[in-house]
T-cell receptor, first 110, second 111 residues
Framework: DVKVTQSSRYLVKRTGEKVFLECVQD?????MFWYRQDPGLGLRLIYFSYDVKMKEKGDIPEGYSVSREKKERFSLILESASTNQTSMYLCASSFFDEQYFGPGTRLTVT | GDSVTQMEGPVTLSEEAFLTINCTYTATGYPSLFWYVQYPGEGLQLLLKATKADDKGSNKGFEATYRKETTSFHLEKGSVQVSDSAVYFCALRAGAQKLVFGQGTRLTINP
């Protein structure tokens, strides 16, 4: 069965902290994505990666960076967390048309 | 740029009612269209898709038809159940592997 896992379901961090969100997929997919989900705004793409060590900016990359050192793992980094980054973060991987999503990490920055 | 617009929610229906969630899109070329569903506490999962005009996607009693002339992909179900309560997202893929999502529609079905 297809599996995308995220390191935490809930996370609380303080303003200014460096935050790492980890995502692992077991399907050998080349493409991986990070989205944030906010009420009334749907899903917005932060970054995506189509191969190891490759990354491309999505629609809202400001304040975020990513790392993909291994095919199965895609990390989202908040260099200095701010309260406006409080959100639900969803990771996905894709094979052709279909994207497979992890359960999400609800991040609160206080 | 490409965009997807969904009917605003939340939508509340009684069990066995007919469901329609409207979705229209703007895109260059001929995008693939999708409906994803998010059950409480879970990530999104693909519900159905259509890749060309007049295609009908269907799954779990849900249907949507790709209408190029009206740039629409409305989701329908003839008789909803309590277990259909979820958030539904319409999305398109116009190039590469990136998806563009609508804002989501929260559906609640009362017994």
């Amino acid at each position: 069965d297809v599996k995308v896992t995220q390191s935490s379901r809930y996370l609380v961090k303080r303003t200014g902290e460096k935050v790492f969100l980890e995502c692992v997929q077991d399907m050998d997919h080349e493409n991986m994505f990070w989205y944030r989900q906010d009420p009334g705004l749907g899903l917005r793409l932060i970054y995506f990666s189509y191969d190891v060590k490759m990354k491309e900016k999505g629609d809202i990359p400001e304040g975020y960076s990513v790392s993909r050192e291994k095919k199965e793992r895609f990390s989202l980094i908040l260099e200095s967390a701010s309260t406006n980054q409080t959100s639900m973060y969803l990771c996905a991987s894709s094979f052709f048309d279909e994207q497979y999503f992890g359960p999400g990490t609800r991040l609160t920055v206080t | 740029g490409d965009s997807v617009t969904q009917m605003e929610g939340p939508v509340t229906l009684s069990e066995e009612a007919f469901l329609t969630i409207n979705c229209t899109y703007t895109a260059t070329g001929y995008p693939s269209l999708f409906w994803y569903v998010q059950y409480p506490g879970e990530g999104l999962q693909l519900l159905l898709k259509a890749t060309k005009a007049d295609d009908k996607g269907s799954n779990k009693g849900f249907e949507a038809t790709y209408r190029k002339e009206t740039t629409s992909f409305h989701l329908e179900k003839g008789s909803v159940q309590v277990s259909d309560s979820a958030v539904y997202f319409c999305a398109l893929r116009a190039g590469a592997q990136k998806l563009v999502f609508g804002q989501g529609t929260r559906l609640t079905i009362n017994p």
